[in-house]
């Protein structure tokens, strides 16, 4: 009688890859990292436009300093004649401040009002009324803010305080250029209400949308049980 044989265990070979998926994936390779190349140049470009900004700034901000020093020192020199003083270049006036708006007089600084834009009654204000805007520069403004939010990279979908400082003070000076009024915010108060108000607005939004696609699914629910 034959002994019986031992059992033998068969083992796959592992099918290699075709050419085609080798092409396949050789080719994803090179996608993927020409795509990181793109996204490595736009970041280099945005970082480039932030500084340009920022050197914009802080130029602007040097001229309004020596114009702010040169007009005291007029109001100064007008009112020691009048007094019958001798001339002095000593600025006994008004001071900057970092407080807002560097260079521009205290005088002439807007004030960020209680409360919060939008807002009725006590707990808020009117931007538009504190910021002395018609009604048709109004409207640019607003248009105006949507712009420099996109050039600045600023999400309406992210939160506020999410929101990077160099991306808000690039926002300023883009603002401040076309209108210059919001140079004498104190501490840029200003465009960051702006910002506020737009994030703000588009959560509204969002909550709204959501809701009303809730009342239409509960509404088709309801007719698909009748």
């Known amino acids: 009688m034959s002994s019986p044989r031992p059992e033998t265990t068969l083992t796959k070979k592992k099918k290699g890859k075709t050419a085609e998926e080798k092409a396949d994936a050789k080719q994803r390779r090179k996608d993927k990292a020409a795509a990181y190349v793109e996204e490595a140049k736009r970041v280099s ?4 436009q932030l500084k340009d900004t920022q050197k914009a700034l802080a130029s602007a901000q040097a001229d309004l300093r020596e114009a702010n020093a ?6 100064n ?22 407080d807002g708006g560097p260079g521009v007089a205290r005088a002439h600084r807007i004030e960020r009002p209680h409360g919060e834009h939008g807002v009725g009654g006590a707990r808020g204000f009117n931007m ?16 105006e803010i949507r712009q420099v939010m996109s050039a600045c ?3 309406v979908s992210r939160k506020y305080a999410l929101v990077d400082e160099t991306a808000k003070v690039a926002a300023q000076a883009l603002l401040a250029k076309k209108f210059p009024k919001f140079d004498r915010c104190v501490k840029g108060w200003g465009v960051r209400e702006l910002i506020k108000m ?3 607005n588009h959560r509204r939004y969002q909550k709204t949308l959501k809701a009303k696609k809730a009342r239409i699914a509960a509404k088709k629910a309801r007719a698909a049980r009748v």
Do not use: C, T
């Open 77 to 98: 020199r007008r009112r020691n004649r009048n007094r019958g003083e001798p001339d002095s270049d000593d600025d006994d006036e008004e001071s900057d401040s970092d």
């Open 198 to 200: 737009r994030i703000r």
């Open 45 to 48: 470009q945005i970082e480039l």
């Open 128 to 143: 538009q009324e504190v910021m002395q805007f018609d009604d048709e520069d109004w409207v640019e403004v607003l248009d």
């Open 70 to 75: 040169a007009r005291r020192k007029a109001v």
């Open 153 to 155: 990279h600023i999400r």
